[in-house]
């Protein structure tokens, strides 16, 4: 029997027809036929006959939107971490089980036509892929809005192991071609860059300012339609791609200059060229600071534009039509830019163009890492940006002779610690200051981070402006994280409690009077292994190692930090090794550690972990007296594509970062969902999580955040504890032999000197002992099946809370006060 579609947009659509046109594409779009395609083909034709119905919807939202001249929300966003979009498009048009079904008539397997398709990494971690799962649910819940970020040629690097380090290689997502992208060349933009000020005055006798800029960079615009799920609405994420402008190249050109205006193209296609690979650590470089700034203005530029549109220039309405969500600081320029195009360019006074700024504007902070938190040199901002370092002084000036002045009179402490400018040694623009004084709320990512945030962060602006720091807790799309990566859960939870959950995932608590059911129990955990199945194979195929399904999957998935600790789930590992080869007989449930996550090439620590890991891998696996119990696996290139692989089949989620460290975690989420057991922190979403699911379905263990503090006042010593407790003397001295790296002593050495000589700034020895016995809990939990298996259920029907909708529906209430508009 065939497949039907569930969804209004793409009722009716039969296997047969969409047969018909993949077919067509095949042969009229791709120029290829049915008996020589490659796989890559097929893609292509099968992306073409799905951007049908794309691009259908995209007009209809596209219109119903401005026919309504609504309300939008604009997320700038130097990170969209989207991954692949075949599957997700197929999935939200209702279209997955009828493109399979044609495919298996055409011969193809759809698993391995989506393989295909490169990830779309225009992210590092966290914070990219918050901004992907947001304009996802924007989308599904029908809200007018539009991504803005930058095109990059080069995403995320890919990652390989040589002996077990980590090698960085170029991302080349589309080098030939991305059928999910359409360039835009009516709507460039033209983009000013470095130059002097000049100070005029006008016919009144008014200062005037005049930007002369030396460069002028152009933005090309690339849309990526985001189809919502049931696909009605279809929004834009608009990515700008930098060239050299025609105007300046063409005078450079006419000038003799081909070798100069060569160099003006590759200077000006830099821009855009690749993400920066650092997480959560600033550099501080002009190429990034000219990243930011380039394509703040262009969206601003695009968003005037199109409010000019209809409103020419009364711009009473701009702050009631536009709204700007800055996702972090990194796009903070937005906001002496938009000053500079209210007053210089379309001369408007300045308080009122202060007001419309305030109103446009919130920030949301995702990070309290002191070494995250962007600062500018007023130097480069200088050189790079004379006219906004002019008006970031101006709205200082004001904010501290008036509203500083007038809350606490005559406090220059507080003067200084609210400036936008950090005086000393060098003068620096804190662009954190500037997100919150240019903005109208400023949201933290999950209840304690939120609270840190105004207790530790930003105290005197929460003093001054009370209303305005505020907490969303983040979420994740039950779309992508639940029905695309794990279509067997899906299926139960579909016949368990019936198919609205993808929209309302509260839904899936009913699941909860089935927990103690054997039958369903069965089945649901019978889904795991079959998931675990799965996943055997794709380590078989990436590293060559043979791991047991009924092993229990141990996962940690994030970027290598050592806020996130991986190196304390290594201690614990390496100590658990220890004991199986002190007693052959030690109790334990057979573990597989599993690991994925990207170092920043310049974070040499980080990097030394990765091959710690590998090589402690490399030992373990091989050792025949432990029997099999421990395997610990290191994932290459871990990516969304991999992500969604690894999650339906994990067992254990390990969230352990430092508390106060984690602003909130979304992969904790993701793993929870799909029936993981939290071994965590009581650190940022994990609070929430565990309040969600119940203390008996998560294990918590370690310092609370007011402990982490007490504790580090009192003066921490790691050697105490490197004393005081054997087993980690034991696993710490390890580091220093050639265990294991035969021959070369020392090479792991770099590990223990941070945990010591170090200062051990994220309390791994002091937590150790906590964890350890977190993880005997695990093993203990994990033996009594039917307990398992209740916890497992439970955390799949409790974590309707961490829906990215509800994240987005608290944007929409508190910050954004946006309207839905259902596409016509
Ligand atoms: C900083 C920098 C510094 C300059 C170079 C490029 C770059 C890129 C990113 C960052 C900051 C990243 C901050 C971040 O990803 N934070 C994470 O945000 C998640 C979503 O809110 C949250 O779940 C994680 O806990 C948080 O670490």
Redesign the pocket.
């Known amino acids: 029997k065939s497949n039907t579609t569930p969804f209004a947009v793409t009722a009716n659509v039969t296997a047969e027809q969409f047969k018909d046109s993949i077919v067509k594409h095949l042969n009229a779009t791709h120029g290829t036929d049915v008996n020589k395609a490659s796989n890559r083909s097929w893609w292509n034709a099968t992306a073409s006959a799905l951007n049908e119905y794309v691009y259908n919807g995209l007009s209809n939202t596209q219109r119903t939107y401005f026919e309504n001249d609504t309300r939008a929300v604009h997320y700038f966003s130097?990170?969209f971490l989207m991954g692949r979009l075949t599957g997700n498009n197929l999935h939200n048009l209702g279209l997955f089980n009828v493109a399979k079904e044609a495919l298996n008539d055409l011969g193809i397997d759809i698993e391995t036509l989506v393989d295909e398709e490169e990830d779309m990494a225009l992210g590092?971690?966290?914070?990219?892929?918050?901004a992907a799962c947001f304009i996802d649910s924007l989308a599904t819940m029908h809200l007018p809005a539009v991504g803005y970020g930058i095109h990059y040629e080069h995403g995320l690097f890919r990652q390989e192991f040589q002996q077990g380090r980590q090698i960085e290689r170029p991302d080349s997502w589309r080098e030939y071609g991305n059928p999910f992208e359409i360039c835009r060349p009516e709507s460039v933009q033209e983009i000013p860059l470095y130059g002097y000020v000049e100070t005029k005055f006008d016919e009144n006798g008014h200062i005037v300012k005049q930007w002369h800029p030396n460069r002028v960079i152009k933005g090309v615009p690339w849309d990526v339609p985001v189809v919502g799920y049931e696909g009605t609405n279809v929004n834009v994420l608009r990515l700008w791609e930098s060239r050299a402008s025609d105007f300046f190249n063409w005078d450079v050109f006419n000038a003799g200059g081909y070798h100069d205006s060569h160099r003006e193209n590759v200077e000006a296609e830099t821009i855009s060229k690749v993400l920066?690979?650092?997480?959560?650590?600033?550099?501080g470089k002009e190429l990034?600071l000219i990243q930011q700034y380039f394509f703040s203005a262009c969206s601003l530029k695009d968003i005037i534009r199109r409010y000019r549109r209809v409103h020419n220039d009364d711009w009473s309405k701009f702050s009631a039509q536009v709204a700007v969500q800055l996702n972090?600081t990194?796009p903070a320029v937005a906001i002496p830019e938009l000053m500079r195009l209210l007053v210089d360019e379309y001369n408007i006074d300045w308080d009122t163009s202060w007001t419309i700024c305030r109103e446009t504007f919130s920030y949301?902070n995702?990070?309290l890492l002191p070494e995250?938190l962007?600062k500018w040199s007023v130097r480069l901002f200088e050189k790079v940006l004379p006219r906004h370092l002019e008006i970031i002084y101006e709205i200082n000036r004001r904010f501290l002779e008036e509203e500083v002045e007038a809350k606490w009179p005559g406090d220059d402490e507080i003067k200084a610690k609210l400036s936008i400018i950090e005086e000393g040694h060098e003068r620096m623009v804190r662009m954190g200051n500037l997100s919150v004084i240019g903005s109208n709320k400023v949201n933290g990512?999950?209840e304690v981070?939120s609270a840190l945030v105004k207790s530790d962060l930003f105290p005197e602006f929460d003093a001054l402006w009370p209303e305005k720091l505020t907490n969303v807790t983040?979420g994740v799309t039950p779309r992508r994280w639940i029905k695309a990566c794990n279509p067997k859960l899906s299926a139960l939870i579909d016949e368990t409690v019936g198919t609205e959950w993808p929209t309302n995932l509260e839904l899936l608590r009913d699941l909860d009077k089935k927990a103690d059911d054997a039958k369903f129990q069965k089945t649901f955990m019978d889904i795991k292994h079959e998931n675990k199945v799965e996943l055997t194979k794709v380590i078989k195929d990436l590293t060559d190692i043979d791991v047991d399904p009924s092993a229990i999957f141990d996962i940690q998935i994030k970027?290598l930090h050592e806020y996130k600790r991986q190196h304390l789930n290594l201690l614990h590992i390496m100590a658990l090794y220890r004991r199986l080869l002190q007693n052959p007989d030690y109790d334990m449930h057979p573990r597989v550690f599993i690991f994925g996550a990207k170092a920043a090439p310049g974070y040499a620590l980080a990097k030394d972990i990765i091959y710690a890991i590998n090589k402690v891998a490399d030992k373990v696996n091989n050792d025949e007296r432990i029997k099999g119990k421990l395997k610990v696996v290191f994932l290459p290139n871990y990516r969304v594509s991999l992500a969604e692989k690894m999650i339906p089949a994990a067992d254990v989620s390990e969230q352990i970062s430092t508390a106060g460290k984690?602003?909130?975690?979304?992969g904790n989420m993701k793993l929870a969902m799909n029936g993981a057991i939290t071994i965590g922190t009581l650190d940022?979403?994990n609070i929430e999580i565990a309040e969600e699911v119940g203390e008996d379905n998560v294990v918590i263990f370690g310092l609370t955040v007011d402990e982490v503090k007490a504790v580090k006042k009192a003066g921490y010593s790691p050697w105490d504890y490197y004393y005081g407790n054997q087993e980690i003397k034991a696993v710490l001295d390890w580091f220093e032999t050639d265990y294991f790296t035969p021959g070369k002593p020392g090479e792991l050495a770099s590990i223990k000197h941070s945990l010591l000589d170090g200062g051990d700034p994220y309390l791994c020895l002091a937590d150790f002992e906590s964890y350890a016995k977190a993880q005997e809990q695990v093993d203990a939990k994990y033996k009594d099946s039917k307990g398992w298996a209740r916890s497992a259920i439970l955390n799949t029907a409790y974590m309707g809370k961490f829906n990215s909708d509800r994240s987005i529906q608290d944007y929409v209430d508190r910050i954004w006060k946006l309207k839905a508009y259902k596409a016509q």
Do not use: F, I, K
């Not at 984690?662 to 979304?666: D, I, M, V």
């Open positions: 130097l990170e590092n971690g966290g914070l990219g892929r918050l920066y690979p650092n997480d959560e650590t600033d550099a990034r972090d990194h949301t995702h990070t995250a962007e990512v999950a981070h983040n970027r984690e602003a909130s975690g979304t940022g979403a």
